[in-house]
């Protein structure tokens, strides 16, 4: 059964920064994408960013510059460096993966920024 271990969410000024993690675990099959999506009140959940593998990675437009993600495939471990974070960036932080032509997601952590 697959497992997400998410971490780093809270609370944090407007400007500030956090760092989010996330490890998965219980598959078989080599994870292809790792990455996050988030959902903000009322919102749909939509991409932040993904990396693959390889390294390539992606980035919706609204974070450019300003998040950074990366992975650590031994460890089956994703990351997500915010920073310069805005009221915008609040939601529910949801890790992913596409690992054997599946897609799972775990359970979110919330990030809250205050003005």
């Known amino acids: 059964q697959v497992q997400f271990a998410e971490s780093g969410g809270g609370l944090v000024q407007a400007g500030g920064s956090l760092n989010l993690s996330c490890v998965v675990s219980?598959?078989?099959?080599?994870?292809?994408?790792m990455g996050w999506h988030r959902q903000g009140s009322g919102d749909q959940r939509e991409l932040v960013a993904t990396?693959?593998?390889?390294?390539?990675?992606k980035y919706a437009d609204s974070v450019k510059g300003r998040f950074a993600i990366s992975r650590d495939n031994a460890k089956n471990t994703v990351y997500l460096q915010m920073d310069s974070l805005n009221p915008e960036d609040a939601g529910v932080y949801y890790c992913?993966?596409?690992?054997?032509?599946?897609?799972?997601w775990g359970q979110g952590t919330q990030v809250a920024v205050s003005s």
């Open positions: 219980g598959t078989s099959a080599s994870i292809y994408i």
């Open positions: 992913y993966m596409q690992a054997g032509g599946y897609d799972y």
């Open positions: 990396i693959t593998s390889g390294g390539s990675i």
